[in-house]
């Protein structure tokens, strides 16, 4: 089937309803799930939808029911994001890469009643819609960096770590900063930057010697 995702299209992964037949409540009755729906990232305040694979974007419309829609082409498949926010800024025809930002997850619709924000995520192949699950559960990194890269960033993580975030020294500790600044006890450079255990201990016999102990 050749039908590769190389980005997840909400960030965590938290599937709401699975693909297939659903129970929606009604004695004896039950619908089929063309799709999967995926739930908001509660951290923040909007979650993104992203592609899930380089392509052209195929559609992009309102449908009562759906909302605003957006459809990708992939070549050999077509994946389907319903329900968004508001319309995708992306034009029908715009490419778009794996991991690229496609729109804002919403809770569009016309006839659905009270429906709770969601994306309703269809993989469409050959025209019909299949499980997308088993795909979403495959994905692989899209660049793989490589070992100057890998060293390059630790070297700026540890250059951020021993730096500290920040270069002001906090109101409650000011005080106590500028006199022993004074006093020689530190150099005054980097008062947010992590203190190692040579430091500690240095510190520790200079407070003894200080009182005599
Ligand atoms: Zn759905």
Same mark, same amino acid.
């Given at each position: 089937?050749n039908?590769? *995702?190389?980005s997840?299209?909400?960030?965590p992964? !938290?599937? /709401?309803?699975?693909y297939?037949?659903?129970?929606i409540g009604?004695k004896? #009755?039950?619908? *089929?799930h ?11 305040? +909007?979650t ?9 974007i195929?559609?992009n419309?309102?449908?009562?029911t ?8 992939h070549g050999n498949f077509k /994946? ?5 926010k ?18 804002i997850m919403? #809770?569009?619709?016309?006839?659905? !009643?009270g ?5 309703? *995520? +269809?993989?469409?192949y !050959? ?5 997308a ?11 793989e960096l490589t070992e +100057?890269?890998v060293? %390059?960033?630790?070297?700026e993580?540890?250059?951020? #770590? ?5 270069s ?5 500790a000011k005080?106590a900063?500028?006199e022993?600044?004074? #006093?020689?006890?530190?150099?005054? %450079?980097?008062p ?6 040579? %430091?500690?201990?240095?510190?520790l016999?200079?407070i003894?010697?200080? *009182?005599?102990?």
């Amino acid at each position: 089937m050749n039908i590769q *995702f190389n980005s997840l299209p909400v960030v965590p992964l !938290r599937i /709401t309803s699975k693909y297939g037949h659903r129970n929606i409540g009604l004695k004896g #009755a039950s619908t *089929f799930h063309r799709g999967i729906d995926l739930g908001r990232d509660f951290s923040k305040q +909007e979650t993104e939808i992203l592609a899930v694979a380089d392509g052209v974007i195929a559609n992009n419309y309102w449908n009562n029911t759906r909302g605003w829609v957006v459809i990708i082409d992939h070549g050999n498949f077509k /994946t389907l994001y319903q329900h968004l926010k508001r319309q995708s800024p992306l034009p029908k025809g715009s490419r778009v890469k794996a991991g690229q930002h496609i729109g804002i997850m919403g #809770a569009s619709t016309k006839t659905i !009643r009270g429906m709770a924000m969601h994306l309703h *995520f +269809e993989l469409i192949y !050959r025209n019909k819609s299949i499980d997308a699950e088993p795909y979403l559960k495959n994905i692989v990194e899209v660049e793989e960096l490589t070992e +100057e890269q890998v060293r %390059e960033i630790v070297r700026e993580e540890i250059k951020e #770590a021993l730096s500290g975030n920040g270069s002001e020294v906090q109101g409650w500790a000011k005080k106590a900063w500028e006199e022993e600044t004074a #006093a020689g006890l530190t150099t005054g %450079e980097r008062p947010l930057g992590y203190m190692t255990r040579q %430091e500690g201990i240095y510190l520790l016999n200079k407070i003894k010697k200080l *009182f005599g102990k």
